[in-house]
């Protein structure tokens, strides 16, 4: 069946090719992936859960750390299930429907996972920079607006890429060489042109990476003067800690980012781009997690309560 440009089929399907290439490796995979997954789960509701019950955690810091806990969820939940079944099953196939909707819905938490991770550098600029107005200045109403901000930019650039995916025409060919519907794999299937949908999707990428680091680099250039001028290494050892978390994540998700597209696209390059995928999609919802609850003390804190062991003093 072919698909053509405003005359969409919800029977026609896309086949997720995922790793069907490495037959003795489906089980293997499949139970990492979803150790990696069950992990995911728990140590991101897990995360959201500590932060509501704690009163201690109910600041700026925590709120957007909440966020992010939510996205990587979300995101990790879009993605890792149709792996699962597409390594345990011989119908690797997806429909037109889902695979759009899956693009649509891990395109806005992407989107919203790289701008809260800049809103969280800007939270720790003011917390190191301004600690006596931070409370101030980090006002309910203006965190609310600053959670809402990467949410709204990842509805509207998802919308605006989806549209232009269904204004383009899917023929024979509907193999799509990745475990994820992903903008580029969607348009390699395309037999009309998709010039302006890739244009597209360049731009709104270059701008999301550059704006964000930006955001990012401008928060720790301020942060570091700041430490330098503090006068005791006790102030400095406090302020890298409160940014030692925030500075792995970002090196993790930006670093991936920028591999990603560095790797040309072909094919000896696709199995490359599988694994980076599988980093980006898979790994870093749970990287996340460990990482802001294995070095916060205040997490493991609560955590240790929840559990009915004794906490020891500082």
Same mark, same amino acid.
């Given at each position: 069946?072919? &698909?053509?440009?405003?005359?969409?089929?919800?029977?026609?399907?896309?086949?997720?090719?995922?790793?069907?290439?490495?037959?003795?490796?489906?089980?293997?995979?499949?139970?990492?992936?979803?150790?990696?997954?069950?992990?995911? !789960?728990?140590?991101?509701?897990?995360?959201?859960?500590?932060?509501?019950?704690?009163?201690?955690?109910?600041?700026?810091?925590?709120?957007?750390?909440?966020? &992010?806990?939510?996205?990587?969820?979300?995101?990790?939940?879009?993605?890792?299930?149709?792996?699962?079944?597409?390594?345990?099953?011989?119908?690797?196939?997806?429909?037109?429907?889902?695979?759009?909707?899956?693009?649509?819905?891990?395109?806005?938490?992407?989107?919203?996972?790289?701008?809260?991770?800049?809103?969280?550098?800007?939270?720790?600029?003011?917390?190191?920079?301004?600690?006596?107005?931070?409370?101030?200045?980090?006002?309910?109403?203006?965190?609310?607006?600053?959670?809402?901000?990467?949410?709204?930019?990842?509805?509207?650039?998802?919308?605006?890429?989806?549209?232009?995916?269904?204004?383009?025409?899917?023929?024979?060919?509907?193999?799509?060489?990745?475990?994820?519907?992903?903008? *580029?794999?969607?348009?390699?299937?395309?037999?009309?042109?998709?010039?302006?949908?890739?244009?597209?999707?360049?731009?709104?990428?270059?701008?999301?990476?550059?704006?964000?680091? %930006?955001?990012?680099?401008?928060?720790?250039?301020?942060?570091?003067?700041?430490?330098?001028? %503090?006068?005791?290494?006790?102030?400095?050892?406090?302020?890298? *800690?409160?940014?030692?978390?925030?500075?792995?994540?970002?090196?993790?998700?930006?670093?991936? !980012?920028?591999?990603?597209?560095?790797?040309?696209?072909?094919?000896?390059?696709?199995?490359?781009?599988?694994?980076?995928?599988?980093?980006?999609?898979?790994?870093?919802?749970?990287?996340?997690?460990?990482?802001?609850?294995?070095?916060?003390?205040?997490?493991?804190?609560?955590?240790?309560?929840?559990?009915?062991?004794?906490?020891?003093?500082?």
């Amino acid at each position: 069946m072919s &698909l053509t440009k405003g005359n969409w089929s919800t029977e026609a399907t896309f086949i997720l090719l995922g790793f069907s290439e490495y037959p003795d490796f489906q089980l293997p995979l499949f139970l990492v992936f979803l150790a990696i997954y069950m992990v995911t !789960v728990a140590g991101n509701l897990g995360m959201i859960m500590i932060i509501r019950i704690n009163s201690k955690l109910h600041t700026p810091m925590y709120f957007f750390l909440s966020h &992010l806990s939510f996205v990587d969820f979300c995101y990790s939940t879009i993605v890792t299930p149709k792996l699962l079944e597409n390594l345990v099953m011989e119908d690797r196939t997806i429909s037109f429907t889902g695979c759009i909707l899956q693009f649509f819905l891990a395109c806005i938490f992407a989107i919203a996972e790289t701008f809260m991770l800049a809103v969280m550098a800007y939270d720790r600029f003011i917390a190191v920079c301004n600690p006596l107005l931070y409370t101030v200045i980090m006002s309910q109403k203006l965190c609310s607006s600053l959670v809402a901000g990467p949410y709204t930019w990842g509805i509207v650039a998802s919308l605006t890429l989806t549209y232009f995916l269904l204004t383009l025409s899917f023929c024979d060919s509907k193999t799509i060489n990745n475990f994820v519907c992903e903008h *580029s794999v969607i348009v390699s299937v395309s037999c009309s042109d998709p010039y302006i949908s890739q244009l597209l999707c360049l731009v709104i990428a270059i701008f999301n990476e550059v704006s964000s680091l %930006m955001i990012i680099l401008t928060s720790y250039i301020f942060i570091v003067v700041t430490v330098i001028k %503090m006068p005791s290494d006790g102030g400095h050892r406090k302020a890298f *800690s409160t940014c030692a978390s925030h500075l792995t994540a970002i090196t993790i998700f930006h670093g991936t !980012v920028l591999f990603l597209y560095c790797v040309p696209y072909s094919k000896t390059s696709w199995l490359i781009v599988k694994i980076g995928s599988v980093f980006y999609t898979v790994m870093i919802p749970m990287l996340n997690s460990l990482i802001y609850s294995l070095r916060n003390n205040d997490v493991k804190e609560t955590v240790r309560r929840l559990m009915h062991y004794p906490t020891q003093s500082s």
